[in-house]
């Protein structure tokens, strides 16, 4: 079976652009969750969707947004990118239940680097 | 604010030796995950700690749940390179289980 699948796996992009990353969960999974890991940090939470909805928001600014697809896949969009939005943006597929609310599994990640 | 610490940052040994990383907060968490992450991959869950003393192996691996469930470690006996990678702790945020607060890892290098 086929994992978590994210692209592109890496981009370079300048100050001021926008940016779309994409991942596909886990065939069977309905929910993602999606997490910025700046190099030297642990990740940090941005969203979670579940059956289309927006379940769940970190602390990010309104230029990060996303939406799941009736497929389950999902979109990460940031806008006017910064400097800071540099980092490793992972995607996290979750099984349905309740007790699958912490069995993460992981993408191999979008590496974005802004110039 | 819920934080996670993890301690050491860096650790450099050679192989056979043995070793324990620490994961400490002053917060209560329901439960606490470690994950290993290798370069260019996601993290991938190792283990999910629930009850307060709680002890858990895997293969030469042993993790282990604070009493007060506010810290965890992990000790891992005759490290082999294969351990080298980004060993992460992580636990549920407070107001939303979907939600997970990381800590920033320890960077662990096995040397053949």
């Known amino acids: 079976d086929a994992g978590v699948t994210q692209s592109p796996t890496h981009l370079i992009k300048t100050r001021g652009q926008h940016v779309t990353l994409r991942c596909s969960p886990i065939s069977g999974h309905k929910s993602v969750s999606w997490y910025q890991q700046v190099l030297g940090q642990g990740p940090q939470f941005i969203f979670q969707y579940y059956e289309k909805e927006e379940r769940g928001r970190g602390n990010f600014p309104d230029r990060f947004s996303a939406r799941q697809f009736p497929n389950y896949s999902s979109e990460l969009n940031v806008n006017a990118l910064l400097l800071g939005d540099s980092a490793l943006y992972l995607c996290?597929?979750?099984?349905?239940?309740?007790?699958?609310?912490?069995?993460?599994?992981f993408g191999a990640g979008s590496r974005l680097t802004v110039l | 604010t819920q934080l996670l610490e993890q301690s050491p940052q860096f650790l450099s040994i050679q192989e056979g030796e043995n070793l324990t990383v620490y994961c400490n907060s002053s917060s209560v968490f329901s439960s606490l995950q470690w994950y290993r992450q290798e370069p260019g991959e996601g993290p991938v869950l190792l283990v999910t700690v629930v009850t307060g003393g709680e002890v858990k192996k895997l293969k030469r691996l042993t993790f282990q749940f604070g009493d007060a469930r506010k810290d965890s470690s992990l000790h891992i006996t005759a490290a082999q390179p294969g351990d080298t990678g980004l060993y992460l702790c992580?636990?549920?945020?407070?107001?939303?289980?979907?939600?997970?607060?990381w800590g920033a890892g320890t960077k662990l290098i096995i040397k053949p």
């Open positions: 992580a636990g549920p945020h407070m107001d939303s289980n979907y939600q997970l607060i």
């Open positions: 996290a597929s979750l099984p349905p239940g309740a007790a699958g609310a912490n069995v993460l599994t």
